[in-house]
């Protein structure tokens, strides 16, 4: 038990929920980007009334989020320092990794001999080696896969190198085994930060992605606040792609899910346990399913299912528990282009012996969050500034 009296925390990451651009959003040609706000304004309103409860609308003015009298709990948003915008580099800063430089983006495709080398150790030809929005790829060269039995290679504006595959023409262990000899290939100045197997299933003009995605990250950089729990036997268990993520590391147990749903109903399972440490949770479907496919209705909606999940997480905690609430990006989906957005995240923080009403400021890293998970577990912080005095009481 930490000074604080507190047994276990659940982190859940509302994948690329933004709350605003940050002051560097130019040199990422994100400027206007709000995710949270803009989503807002397209569906005129949000309806958010349990994260409000917290304080979501006392960080920033959301249409449909009134500010809280009486909040709760504790709230604010905080800065990126590490340079870029993906779903690798704002979960290890979370974590407690600053970067010093951005993973490698490949914005023209990635070299020729790069990819004449992979052909060559896959035994097949590739099409594409292009950026391209991944639903808007498929369409374009589904036919010619489906024909030719070639992979897809595909980049966006993020730091990733994409498999995509119709799940009857390439097996999903094939896909999955030839995304891990890309995975191999691309360390040094090629070292993307993820690679992802992109399987879609449909014909021609009906082509769907389905859930059976899966990422393969770089092994972090040095040890997380993650790596440093387990190392000190506290559990830390990972919902949703949190594991592909730390490449596994500074993982007890991974329970992998398909849906935002199935994602809540996890975290909601792990909470049952009753088992000391962390629960870690990323709900994937805001950025997957409607951010980078320019949904903000569907972006809306999924925001209010969740709000109307989130006293069912609240009443499955105790008294030792602590909630902390956050993203990693943001994914406008209202704004030009099909990417992430440089973007300050919301932070939510509650516990039921949380001080009620706290204002937690602009925080000037994720690693924050790390920083204090750490004061929490009596462990000492690397980076960051513990937020755990701000809103609770040292036992006495």
Partial sequence: MSNYGINRITLIILDSVGIGELPDAHEYGDEGSNTLVNVAKAVGGLNLPNMAKIGLGNILEIPGVAPEPSPIGGYGKM???????????????????????PFPVFPNGFPTELIEEYQRRIGRKVLGNKAASGTAIIEELGQQHMQTGSPIVYTSADSVFQVAAHENVIQLDELYRI?????EMLTGDYAVGRVIARPFVGQPGKFKRTANRHD?????VKPTVLDRLVE??????????????FAGRGITKSMRTKSNVEGINTTIECLRQNERGIIFTNLVEYDQNYGHRKDPQGYAKALEEFDQRLPEIMATLKNDDLLIITADHGCDP???GTDHSREYVPLLVYSPQAQKGID???RTTFADVAATIADLFNLNAEVGVSFAAEVLERDK
């Fill in 232 to 245: 000190k036997n506290i559990n830390v268990w990972a919902v949703g792609k949190i594991e592909d993520i």
């Fill in 334 to 336: 209202t704004t030009a």
């Fill in 179 to 183: 995304c891990e000899i890309a995975r």
């Fill in 360 to 362: 937690l400021g602009v």
């Fill in 79 to 101: 800065n990126e320092r590490s340079p870029g915008k993906d779903t690798t580099t704002g979960h290890w800063e979370l974590a407690g990794i600053i970067l010093d430089r």
């Fill in 216 to 220: 393969y990250s770089l092994p972090p």
